[in-house]
């Protein structure tokens, strides 16, 4: 059977329990991030740039959208996914995206010494733990949608129930 004939399970319907647990997680991650201070503007920067590299389009248009609603320039949107050398991403911005990549792609080595001590040094201790779980979770919503095919998740077809 070809990619284009494989309809996929719509997930939600079929396990709504862990879809609300799911979503749940989101919001005490969200919660976290408030009580720690880190500010949305940076959250979203986060889930830009994992949802690029997991190829996510429907996170990574809703996160677009989002991050110029709040404000962003375009310039900061486009730097996002070449933070190494972005002249107007804040230190603080470019090793948030520097762990949320070693996170993205753990499986290539790990989260590095040198990435984690990094943020260390420029987030307290709540507000680590804040960016850990940001890139935690919307990586698993990435990796969700692209499995199931959710509608605008980038890969054909829509979802369908089972």
Same mark, same amino acid.
């Given at each position: 059977m070809s990619d284009a004939t494989v309809t996929r399970i719509a997930i939600k319907d079929v396990t709504p329990d862990v879809s609300s647990a799911?979503?749940?997680l989101h919001e005490a991650a969200l919660a976290a991030a408030r009580a720690a201070g880190i500010e949305p503007e940076l959250l979203q920067l986060v889930r &830009? =740039?994992?949802? %690029?590299i997991n190829g996510c389009s429907l996170s990574l248009t809703r996160h677009l959208r989002d991050a110029r609603a709040m404000g962003q320039s375009e %310039?900061? &949107? !486009?730097?996002? =996914?070449?933070? =190494?050398? *972005?002249?107007?991403? *804040? +230190?603080?911005? !470019? @090793?948030?995206? *520097?762990l949320t990549e070693a996170i993205t792609l753990v499986f290539a080595g790990q989260v590095p010494n040198s990435v984690y001590a990094e943020a260390a040094g420029l987030f307290d201790e709540t507000q680590l733990a804040a960016l850990i779980w940001a890139a935690t979770v919307i990586n698993t919503h990435n990796r969700i949608a692209i499995t199931t095919r959710l509608e605008g *998740?980038?890969? +054909? +077809? &829509?979802?369908? @129930?089972?």
């Open positions: 799911m979503s749940a &830009i =740039r994992a949802s %690029q %310039q900061r &949107i !486009r730097d996002v =996914r070449a933070w =190494r050398n *972005s002249k107007v991403l *804040s +230190p603080r911005e !470019r @090793a948030a995206l *520097s *998740s980038g890969a +054909p +077809p &829509i979802a369908a @129930a089972g």
